[in-house]
């Protein structure tokens, strides 16, 4: 059972950077593509970015592209979130995901159902 731990999330305000970071607790995540979400009160959940371990592809959400970088660590151990360029917009829980499926198309990750770890997220507010 792969356990995942998300951290970094807090209040900002707009225009500035956070960090999150998700950890697997007791495995290497290796193999898996992960990803991360975000669901804002009364919203839908939304694809925000995913990174197949194998190759680094990555892949990003329409709102986040180009102001949020998910990477990994070379120990293979966390994926991190770096986002910059905050928007009230980007509030929201965030949640960390892994998939041990595999598609040859990237596009497949931006679906939720594709996952079958998640982490409890962290809270993101981005105030204005």
């Known amino acids: 059972q792969l356990q995942l731990v998300e951290s970094g999330g807090g209040l900002v305000q707009i225009g500035e950077s956070l960090r999150l970071s998700c950890a697997a607790s007791?495995?290497?995540?290796?193999?898996?593509?992960m990803g991360w979400f975000r669901q804002a009160p009364g919203r839908e959940r939304e694809f925000v970015a995913a990174?197949?371990?194998?190759?680094?592809?990555?892949s990003y959400g329409d709102s986040v592209r180009g102001r949020f970088t998910i990477s990994r660590d070379n120990a293979k151990t966390t994926v991190t979130l770096q986002m910059n360029s905050l928007k009230p917009e980007d509030t929201a829980v965030y949640y960390c995901?892994?998939?041990?499926?595999?598609?040859?198309?990237?596009?497949?990750?931006?679906?939720?159902?594709?996952?079958?770890?998640w982490g409890q997220g962290t809270q993101v507010t981005v105030s204005s």
């Open positions: 990174l197949r371990w194998s190759g680094d592809t990555t």
């Open positions: 995901a892994a998939s041990d499926q595999y598609y040859s198309s990237q596009s497949f990750y931006s679906g939720g159902d594709v996952y079958k770890y």
């Open positions: 007791g495995r290497a995540l290796s193999g898996y593509t």
